[in-house]
């Protein structure tokens, strides 16, 4: 009966079905919960590919290990939209466990709390009912209250499941804010700062160097120039004759002693002058190259300081924008997860209360009054679903101040040569504009052929 019913399934009419629906409900009555599923298993296996052909609305999506378990949750719908009139609480407790059989929790759903609402409330009237003695529970009544049962378990493990998710996903964002953190590498640009402090160093104790320098090249070379206009000469070359009288002894005599003063004093200022010469010349060249030095070490100096203002800028600029964007995803991140944390607490209260109520059915006629009134004043404890948020860290100290002037700049060329104590005697040479900061020319348009 059950092979031709299926069979059936694909009729959009469901006329075929609805016919035999009486020979099915006595075929279901008759069988316990464990039977059913086998025989939903055991029509699996002939063949039936009940998954494929089954609508979607009806059975929704299937496993090959659910196949059996979602055959028979069909069948029970199906049987209870055909029940008779007094047939009334099978066909509502029937619903019911559809409802409670895909009602695992999602992020923000909603349809699944309501059902859970109306299950409890369905519940409610028949334990009342069934406390007061206006009903007794029918075999396949109790059969659908353990189904519900069991999908409560399968519910409530769901919701656990999808708490952690959301903590992980909480948890995750973060750590993706703290990841901005990490790159923004301050290693890297402390390294680049310390660099640059440190070419400066190296580039002021030249140029003072230099300064010392020329001021031995300028006393060296003054020495040498006062000397060289300053020679002293013998009085005697005042009035020394080039021809004396051969005839004159004493004029000869006089020419021979200025002769030799004449030696004597040319040959010591020769020395002298020589000396002063080599001094003046050497301190020139000590000076020179000192300036050759300083200049290679002030280009160094100012491409090291280029290159601390581009990683410090860069560096900034990206970690805030790394911040604003993580930060706004950690925001959207805790309003959704909020709202599925409300929605899993109200289906995990409901869940709870309904789990109460099915207790009633399973104790004592005597303990059921009392057990029913402890369901209508039950408090349940949420706080396991408490989702644990994380509040922004505090953002790094990413300050550009230490680069807002820069080579070239009319401020930094006083604060880095201009004031310093060598500048007047050291001069530095032409600056190094940082290559990250100047614009490219525009390439010229081709010349028309």
Known sequence: VWLRWFQS??????????????????????????????????????????????????????SASSCAETLLLAVKATVASGMEPGDESERVLLE?????????PTHGKVQGNVGLQHTLGALQKL???????????????????????????????????????????VDRARDALAECDD?????????????????????????????????????????????ATNQGMPDCMKTYDPKPDIEDDYAMHSMHTCLSDISAWASQLNSSLSAERDDCHGAAKLHDRKILECNQL????ETAFCNYHEGLTGGCSSYTSCRSSKTASQRRVHEGVQVAEASRKSEYEAAARIDCLLKVFYVSAAEQQERLQG?????????????????????????????????CDDQWLNRSYKTKAWYMEAPTAACTV????????????????
């Open 375 to 407: 369901c209508a004043s039950i408090h349940v404890n949420t706080s396991a679903l408490d989702i644990v948020y994380h509040a922004p860290t505090p953002a790094l100290d990413c300050t550009t101040d230490p680069v807002a002037t820069y080579p």
């Open 298 to 301: 002030q280009i160094a100096y």
């Open 183 to 227: 790159e923004l590498d301050n290693v890297t640009i402390e390294g680049k700062a310390r660099t640059s402090r440190s070419k400066e160093a190296s580039h002021s104790d030249c140029r003072a160097a230099q300064k010392s320098l020329k001021a031995l090249r300028d006393k060296d070379c003054r020495t040498y120039h006062k000397s």
């Open 9 to 62: 399934w694909p009729d959009p009419t469901l006329s075929t079905r609805t016919g035999r629906l009486p020979s099915i409900r006595a075929a279901m009555v008759g069988l316990s919960h464990s039977a059913l599923v086998v025989l939903g298993a055991l029509l699996t296996t002939v063949g039936l590919d009940v998954c494929a052909a089954a609508p979607a609305a009806r059975l929704g999506q299937c």
């Open 127 to 169: 334990a009342v009912a069934v406390v007061n003695g206006t009903e007794q529970l029918t075999d396949m009544q109790r059969e659908i209250l353990q189904g519900i049962r069991e999908g409560m378990e399968r519910m409530v493990d769901a919701t656990f499941t999808d708490h952690n998710e959301s903590q992980a996903e």
């Open 434 to 449: 940082c290559a990250h900061l100047t614009t490219p020319a525009p390439t010229p348009a081709p010349t028309p052929a």
């Open 96 to 104: 019911h466990t559809a409802v409670v059989d895909n009602s695992a």
